[in-house]
T-cell receptor
């Protein structure tokens, strides 16, 4: 069974640009969560989706948004990029809305110059 | 708000030794207490988890001890191996969804 896929794996953008990251969950999984990982702040929750509905949102500015499609694939978008947005963005999928195990993808490394 | 505090930040253990990582939490709404393991270049992966109605759970060389009254839980790695060298995160989950609240992480190095 294929794992969680995230594309692209690496991305370099400049300040002010916007970026879209993609996450394909494990087949059959309906829940997708996003996390930002930085050396200074660690792993922080961005948002979670279940069956196309956003269930929870973390404490991030409105420049961070996401959505989930009917096939459970998810995208997150960051507009007006700032240097501090440089991070590893991780996506996790699970079968149910309140899971015991979540499966993480390898992440997308975003660098903002 | 620092809801989950993990210690130590880094740990160096000799092969065959015991590694102990601690996690303290504030949010009493957490109801599932996993530990995740992350290797460089990879996403975190579930290692072991415990529910609050159990005080201890053992899976192979890995044991979670849970103290509900103290709002603390810990990970014990027995007979630590160089392949255990990784970053470990406690990441309790609440009741409203899949959201995990990660600790700061512990970088474990097991010397051969």
């Amino acid at each position: 069974k294929a794992g969680v896929t995230q594309t692209p794996r690496y991305l370099i953008k400049t300040r002010g640009q916007q970026v879209t990251l993609s996450c394909s969950p494990i087949s059959g999984h309906r829940s997708v969560s996003w996390y930002q990982q930085t050396p200074g702040q660690g792993l922080q929750f961005l948002f979670e989706y279940f069956s196309e509905t956003q269930r929870n949102k973390g404490n991030f500015p409105g420049r961070f948004s996401g959505r989930q499609f009917s096939n459970s694939r998810s995208e997150m978008n960051v507009s007006t990029l700032e240097l501090g947005d440089s991070a590893l963005y991780l996506c996790a999928s699970s079968l149910v809305a309140i899971p015991n195990e979540q499966f993480f993808g390898p992440g997308t490394r975003l660098t903002v110059l | 708000q620092q809801q989950v505090k993990q210690s130590p930040q880094s740990l160096i253990v000799q092969k065959g030794g015991i590694s102990i990582i601690n996690c303290a939490y504030e949010n009493t709404a957490f109801d599932y207490f996993p530990w995740y393991q992350q290797f460089p270049g990879k996403g975190p992966a579930l290692l072991i988890a415990i529910r609050p109605d159990v005080s201890e759970k053992k899976e192979g060389r890995f044991t979670i001890s849970f103290n509900k009254s103290a709002k603390q839980f810990s990970l014990h790695i027995m007979d630590s191996q160089p392949g255990d060298s990784a970053t470990y995160f406690c990441a309790p989950r609440g009741t409203s969804g899949s959201r995990l609240t990660f600790g700061e992480g512990t970088q474990l190095t097991v010397n051969p």
